[in-house]
């Protein structure tokens, strides 16, 4: 365990010090380092209790820290021979942890007691103790045995940049039993570094048991149980996945459909580890079965998922919803079919005229010119790309799609519209064969999405496996590792380094923890004060304004010119009737008022969304044009106030689309507008005008509002917005 007996830390000046020590890990290399402890003011002002980069290293060395690293000779001999016809032959070097160990520390450590669980107390689809995997493995074991479900992820990537060709292969390790919130924040390191995997060219070739008997481990609540750790789920890209699968890339890692029918809504068999091994050692032997080439299997003979324990690898492979959905079938198949359907410059107008709506990207120069995307413009585009689009069945199909898939927790209603939003993309996308865009729809990505409602029932939500984490853990594992060395022999220093990293982690995880420990037992009464003054845990909507309004004392004509608000007067005359009848005094040119930017509503948390409450904004738009507060002549009235213009109820969803329209309500041939409480807001909304194939050349984001006349609701805006909408209906 890290959380170990502080006197064997040997850092004299206490906290302070060790402040200094942890600044100076993360913040400078060796030299600086060294340059920094011999500067006159720190020897004599500092005065620390190391007084160079030597004594320093010798100190955080000495300080405990996770599973040792170690490098493993591997001698590959390959099928090409030298002048003496002797078979080439390569050394690698295998840098890694003991994964036992790794999930030890993560099993055992205290700060993730309150997210762990370590027997599987519920069933609902959410965490990976709630999903079907863990239940029918538990009843394999032992009766009182405990699944440590292992998650590994792997990826290459790229260390250096313009120069060079240094790579390494990382591959991370979790546990299922620490819910997926914790574990997706790297700051936690609930995700772990077991080891670096060869990343060479192998030029030697033509270019052609712990979880059997389980381990006892101490837990997070410090009982002992007897711990089973299997491979349960593997979190990669395709490339990576048929790799593993030992499978060619034009085929399924998974199931065993035809190369040529990754097309079609087929129900192919799911591959089997005990035949597909048999079927390699058959080829390793030197027979042909015909079972090889008809599988598209590799000739990797040994594949390391081959004695695991109550594994399938082909049913760990979990989805991936950055490579397959939002980059895959979104972004290079989705929207290039629309680009070839509308034209570039025609999707770029529609792109321009978006409304803005707090927190969304406004692409104002359109999409064609982007070179680069990122995960994040991919998931900003799918925000507002129905409304853009004419292939609008198929469109409206995959992002439902997309939009179910990233559901935090499932249910059989919403694993059931998961399938039936792919079923309709089946259905119709002829369509697009019909309009010489697409000659077929043989995509190996567009077959992974038929994997998904097996692999959310057996592990769990997709959004717990997105491989979006262990490329965010590169930078802190590998790249940042590697600008930390010298570049040559990196693997090695890089493994120093992050052991340097580790220990300075557990160091200060440790005194934080202590700390905590010891305000707990002596002033209890001030922590649950504390929690009381938390109201967004609560179950009802919270709104929030700045404690002093930002534009104090405006104008009542200066409310109209700047934020049109037309019929101010006659509507708050209305509301003062209805709210305040013994009111007086008359509002009148004369009034100024306080005049709030936004407005922040708290929503209680949606499980299909997330376990924390969601903040939304709403600032001035053309349905809430004003936030203000009464001022004092009309009395002490302190709940603040919004001039808002009606649109019409919702009329029937477009056949197409699925989206509800709307337009502006009038009255008296003017636009019919109210002043309401700001507490009777409970939700912004996002509206699209209805633009059609061509828009007009003089709409912009700025104007749009104003200038049309019919709008979407777009319940694509954000997943709240998309639950309520599938709920509703």
Known sequence: MFLVSAKKINFSSGREEWGLAEWLVKSLGQTKMDEFLKLPITQNCTKPSFHNNWSFLQKVDALPHGPAWNCKKVSVKGNRTDENGQLLQEDLELWTCNPVECIK??????????????????????????????WDKQ???????????????????????????????????????????????TSAHATVLIGYLPATKLDCFTSDAPGQDGVDMVCADSFIRRVYPILAAYIADFPEQCLVACCKENRCPKCLVAANEHGDPLNSLMRDPELTKEILERRRSGQHPTEFDEYGLRPVFKPFWANLPHTDIFLAFTPDLLHQLHKGVFKDHLV????????ETEIDAHFKAIPDYPGLRHFKKGISSIKQWTGTEHKEMQRVFMALITVVIVAWALLDFCH??????????????LENALTIFHAHKDVLQELTVREHFNIPKLHQLSHYVLSIKLFRAADGFNTELPERLHIDFAKEAYHASNKRDYKEQMALWLQCQEAT??????????????????????????????????QHIVHVLAKNAPHPRQSVQHLKTMHGTID?????????????PHNQIVPGPQDRFDVFRQVIIILPPDPHVSELPKCLRVRATPEVCVLFKLPRQFGAYSRPLAYIEWFTPFREPDELSGLHQISRSTRHLRRNSAVIHVDEIIHPCHLMPKMGQSVNPTWTSANVYELASEFYLNTYIDLETFCMSTTST
Not at 142 to 171: C, H, Y
Not at 508 to 526: C, G, M, R, V
């Open 105 to 134: 520390e993560l099993i055992g450590n205290p700060l993730f007691n309150e997210y762990m669980d370590e027997a599987g107390s519920e069933q609902i689809i959410d965490d990976m103790w709630t999903a079907d995997w863990w």
């Open 139 to 185: 009843k394999e074991l032992p009766e009182g045995a405990t699944i440590a479900p292992i998650i590994l992820a792997s990826n290459k990537t790229m260390l250096s940049q313009f120069r060079g060709d240094k790579s390494a292969w990382p591959v991370y390790l979790s546990i299922g039993n620490i819910a997926k919130e914790k574990r997706r924040q």
């Open 505 to 538: 982690f557990c160091r200060t995880t440790y005194l934080e923890w202590t700390e905590q420990e010891s305000e707990y037992n002596s002033d209890s009464d001030a922590e649950n004060e504390g929690l009381d003054v938390a109201p967004v845990v609560s």
């Open 336 to 343: 290039k079919w629309c680009l070839d359907i509308m034209g």
């Open 568 to 580: 101010f007067l006659p509507t708050l005359k209305l509301f003062l009737q209805k709210h305040l």
């Open 404 to 417: 179910y898939a990233q559901f935090h927790t499932h249910t059989s209603d919403s694993l059931a519209a």
